[in-house]
């Protein structure tokens, strides 16, 4: 296993992250003992980093993490989140920071917590997650509670507004670069590298789209993404190939950030994907599978409060979305705020 500092930090974090999500049953149900056991297995082949958060199930997923890391804490660098407790659900206040922590905590069977994050910024008002928010997590780093603060979103410029004004030690962001979507490495990567940030990639399989399970019903893609990712199942099934082992060799060849976060729910994904990370990709099959994804490729939907999306339409037509890169790479060279 390689492992990479995240920014900053001195966390050491394996190129491959365990994303917890799923232990909460957010893919589907889980058998707990298989859960536990996918965990148990990770950290015998040196998977040390990984992520959870209360919202994730909610508060299944650190509970099942929490029990599997019984005896195992030491061994690994956990990350847990706060602000989000449900689809509609956020309270990004001080005191309920506060209250989260210790839940948290408590289900996880731990005193501390090496990452928190403030989960979904895009949900917050700007105002206060950096006026409220961050500071209430920079003192519990004060008070030992936690060793580094991160941020979480879908939506890139509101998480480099929120860097610029709060410099958090690490920005995590999901469906922003996989064989799908490719602008974490045009957008937030150069930011991040700048100012020593620690960049966590997550949803290598686009949450689902790129296995064959497909996507689960909340997903929030347009169809259009939905059915290019069945196309390229289709497509390496029938040249006997695997479109999630493909998906995470891509990722895994993308060495500017820290780590990939995997969402894993049985010892069987955890071997794949280990193997998945000791194997080279075919160049002809990766050439194949981007043909067949091209149509849908950088569809990106909005997520949070209106006023912190990425772009002004909210429409999922790939035209909008050519139109919106374009203003954001302007705005990037500006080095300004997105409109
Ligand atoms: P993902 O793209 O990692 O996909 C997870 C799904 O793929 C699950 O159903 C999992 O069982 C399945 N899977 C895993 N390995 C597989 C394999 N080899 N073959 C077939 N299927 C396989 O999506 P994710 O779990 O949402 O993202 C990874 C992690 O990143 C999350 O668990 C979470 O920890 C983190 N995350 C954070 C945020 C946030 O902070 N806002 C958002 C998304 C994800």
């Known amino acids: 296993m390689e492992y990479r500092k995240l920014g900053r930090t001195e966390l050491n974090v394996s190129t491959l992250g365990f994303g917890a999500s799923p232990l909460g049953d957010v893919f589907g149900p889980v058998n707990p003992a298989a859960g536990e056991r996918a965990v148990h297995l990770a950290i015998d082949h040196g998977i040390n980093f990984f992520d959870v958060a209360p919202y994730y199930g909610p508060v299944l997923a650190e509970e099942r993490l929490g029990k599997a890391l019984l005896g195992r804490r030491t061994k690994v660098i956990l990350a847990s989140k706060c602000g989000r407790y449900g689809v509609d659900t956020f309270d990004y206040s001080p005191r309920r920071i506060r ?191 981007r043909t067949i994804l091209a149509p849908a490729f950088n569809m990106v939907w909005p997520s949070g409060l209106p006023a912190n999306h990425d772009f002004r339409a909210a429409s999922h037509r790939p035209s909008a979305l050519r139109a919106r890169r374009v203003s954001m790479r302007a705005s990037s060279r500006r080095g300004g705020e997105e409109r």
Not at 153 to 158: I, K, P, S, V
Not at 205 to 232: F, T, Y
Not at 255 to 281: D, F, H, Q, Y
Request: charged share 20%.
């Open 99 to 289: 209250s989260s922590i210790e839940e948290s905590l408590r289900r996880l069977h731990t005193d501390y917590l090496d990452l928190y994050q403030v989960h979904d910024v895009e949900f917050g008002s700007i105002e206060q997650i950096v006026g409220e928010t961050l500071p209430t997590l920079w003192a519990l780093q004060k008070e030992g509670k936690v060793r580094y603060v991160g941020i979480t979103g879908y939506m890139l410029r509101m998480l480099m507004r929120v860097a610029e004004a709060a410099s958090p030690d690490s920005i995590l962001s999901y469906c922003r670069y996989n064989l799908l979507v490719d602008d974490l490495d045009r957008v937030l990567v150069p930011y991040a590298q700048e100012r020593g940030i620690g960049v966590i990639n997550a949803s290598a399989l686009h949450m689902g789209i790129l296995s064959s399970h497909g996507a689960p019903e909340w997903h929030p893609a347009a169809d259009e993404v939905r059915q290019a990712g069945i196309k390229a199942s289709r497509y390496c099934r029938e040249h006997g190939a695997n479109l999630s082992q493909i998906a995470l060799q891509f990722c895994f060849g993308y060495n500017k950030v820290a780590t990939t976060l995997v969402g894993m729910r049985s010892m069987e994904e955890v071997r794949r994907n280990l193997r998945a990370l000791a194997t080279p990709l075919d160049p002809a099959l990766l050439a194949k599978v």
